[in-house]
Nanobody, 124 residues
Framework: QVQLVESGGGLVQAGGSLRLSCAASGRTFTFSRKSMGWFRQAPGKEREFVATTNWSGTSTAYLDSVKGRFTISRDNAKNTIYLQMNSLKPEDTAVYYC???????????????WGQGTQVTVSS
């Protein structure tokens, strides 16, 4: 069984920063071979892609609206990915989910395992 556990969410003022973490575990889950991603879902909206990284961290992709503000990274020794979020805006408010990909992609169906999510709230 694969578990992805997010942490680091919270309430922050606009312009502030947060760092999300996602720890992966599972007897048959080879974290270091998986592309990993972050998605988010705001109230009343569909879940949207935020960022993804390949197995080594050498290739990344981002939602246009977060480019230059968010950075995805990973530590394969710790089976953990991160999302550093700077210059946060109220429109970044959402539940943020980490996910493990079946290959590489920026849409939900490219991902096979999901965490429970962590709430990020940005006040104006």
């Amino acid at each position: 069984q694969v578990q992805l556990v997010e942490s680091g969410g919270g309430l922050v003022q606009a312009g502030g920063s947060l760092r999300l973490s996602c720890a992966a575990s599972g007897r048959t889950f080879t974290f270091s071979r998986k592309s990993m991603g972050w998605f988010r879902q705001a109230p009343g909206k569909e879940r949207e892609f935020v960022a993804t990284t390949n197995w080594s961290g050498t290739s990344t992709a981002y939602l246009d609206s977060v480019k230059g503000r968010f950075t995805i990274s990973r530590d394969n020794a710790k089976n953990t990915i991160y999302l550093q979020m700077n210059s946060l805006k109220p429109e970044d408010t959402a539940v943020y989910y980490c996910a493990a990909s079946m290959g590489w992609g920026t849409i939900s169906r490219d991902y096979e395992y999901w965490g429970q999510g962590t709430q990020v709230t940005v006040s104006s």
